[in-house]
């Protein structure tokens, strides 16, 4: 049997991104998306309903999205569920979580409040596959969803 595992969703971030280097210099963002649903009732009200997704972006993307990035930013984004399992050191019961493995995104909206500070964010219609110099500790980028590297003319800034 053929299986599909792929997410696409658009929201708010719920908190700044947190943004930390593995041991051999690959980058990883851990992000929280709201997802509103509004719809209206049998009886005529309006109702809405919201769903917290985290996010784990890797490499280059994870570096721009904590660059440009804050709190309310608005995330247009692509990825794969995954499953985290592990046993709680406290009560030693098992314990899992169902995240989202980012694989591309695009800005979306405006700037949020309190965002004047800092560098200007791209364009919303940049993708969120770039490229651009990396630190020199980094792994190297893996290629794009085409198959090869991306071009120089997608750097956002």
């Not at 210099?25 to 917290?52: F, H, M, P, S």
């Not at 500070?117 to 980028?141: D, E, H, M, Q």
């Amino acid at each position: 049997m053929a299986s599909f595992n792929k997410v696409i969703l658009a929201g708010n971030l719920t908190r700044d991104p947190e943004l930390r280097y593995t041991p051999k210099g690959t980058a990883i963002a851990k992000l929280a998306l709201a997802v509103n649903r509004k719809w209206t009732g049998e009886d005529g009200q309006t109702r809405e309903e919201v769903t917290y997704v985290d996010i784990d972006a890797f490499g280059k993307q994870a570096e721009v999205i904590s660059q440009y990035l804050r709190k309310g930013g608005g995330l247009l984004l692509e990825g794969r569920l995954r499953l985290d399992q592990w046993d709680d050191k406290q009560t030693g019961q098992k314990r899992s979580r169902l995240g989202v493995v980012l694989e591309s995104f695009t800005f979306i909206g405006g700037r949020p409040e309190g965002a004047g500070s800092g560098p200007a964010a791209p364009p919303a219609s940049v993708p969120g596959r770039v490229t651009g110099n990396r630190p020199a500790a980094s792994a190297p980028a893996p290629a794009d969803a085409e198959g090869g590297p991306p071009d120089d003319d997608d750097v956002p800034f």
